[in-house]
């Protein structure tokens, strides 16, 4: 396990090594050049752009570029061209915002497929697999944004009292609708965004109780796809376990159904899950650039979405290799509990 463990180390530094090269590159390789900040604009003057190039080293070769851009970066010091903030305190704002939705999601997703999953393979061609599979399917089809329309819509009329109108485009057609915040006991409680406008002095249950309810509706979309995915691979897994002579023979052993099933079987048919947990890691950054942006959620999406209109390169750059060492980190994870699960796996 130790000479597995460090010769993996080893081999995805490198990965990652090439992995920031090439990134980096592209990024340069993309038309245009970072210092060109609105050219049409006649109050910057060469001087402005040729500071501006001094400051954030765009004037100096590729290969120096290179070093003091992933040196700043771990120092700390790396500024985002937009504003001239740290890209690491932007980048840990937006991940904080993110973190609530990809937990609650994650929950949502793993103890509502596992359950759909299993009952969907135990009732083979069943009302119950006949139902979970058109569900599947149809949240699969529909698209994330008209899906997340219909819910708001569907949300904000199902709460809302005599409140005024707001038209919005939708797919080409126009569409009146209630205004995207609800009344509940007197007080309009917004839809969208991350909090209530104006509760920041308000009592700590209140303030709790805002940010819980604006948390349901991103995090139950996000959370859709994988239930639609997982659901069916679970499915899938299952039948093929199910299918297996180890448990025809306890079942006619006599062995109760529900051991046959909850112990023997599901316990085979979950080994692959396991490893799936580490590569739950990339989406702590990945976020999704329509939900976040439907429901004005500042976001990691959001954030990559914003810096690449912007061309704010040391963001860009920066979220790629975050995203990248994830990636790398959950591979690793997977492998390691792959052997834990299952010693018949030899490294």
Known sequence: MAAFIIRSIFFKMITLFIISVISFLI???????????????????????????????????????????????????????????????????????????????????????????????????????????????????????????????????????????????????????????????????????????GQENAPAIYQVNDRLWHLVLPSLLGATGGIA????????????????????????????????YYVHALRNAALPFVTMFGLLLPGLIGGSVIFETIFAWPGMGRMGYEAILARDFPIIISLNFIAAVLVIAGTFVSDVLYVIVDPRIRL
């Open 27 to 197: 990024v340069h390789l993309a038309p245009g050049e970072p210092s060109q900040i609105d050219p049409l604009n006649p109050r910057f003057r060469k001087e402005d752009i040729a500071r501006y190039r001094a400051a954030f080293d765009l004037d100096k070769p590729l290969h120096q570029q290179y070093y003091l851009f992933y040196k700043k970066f771990f120092t700390g010091e790396l500024k985002s061209f937009k504003d001239n903030q740290p890209v690491m305190g932007k980048i840990w704002e937006r991940f904080l915002n993110s973190l609530p939705i990809f937990i609650v999601g994650t929950i949502l997703t793993w103890c509502l497929a596992f359950p759909m999953g299993v009952g969907a393979a135990l009732r083979r061609r069943g009302a119950f697999d006949q139902a979970t599979t058109f569900l599947s399917y149809l949240l699969i089809s529909v698209p994330g944004f008209f899906l997340s329309y219909i819910l708001i819509v569907l949300v904000v009329q199902g709460f809302s009292i005599g409140l005024p109108e707001m038209r919005f485009a939708l797919m080409g057609l126009e569409i009146s609708t209630p205004a995207l915040h609800l009344t509940i006991a007197g007080l309009e409680v917004p839809v969208l965004g991350i909090r209530t406008f």
């Open 229 to 260: 995915f997982l659901s069916r691979y679970v499915r899938g897994q299952m039948i093929e376990v199910l299918d297996s002579d180890y448990i025809r023979t306890a079942l006619s052993k006599g062995l109760p159904s529900d051991t046959v």
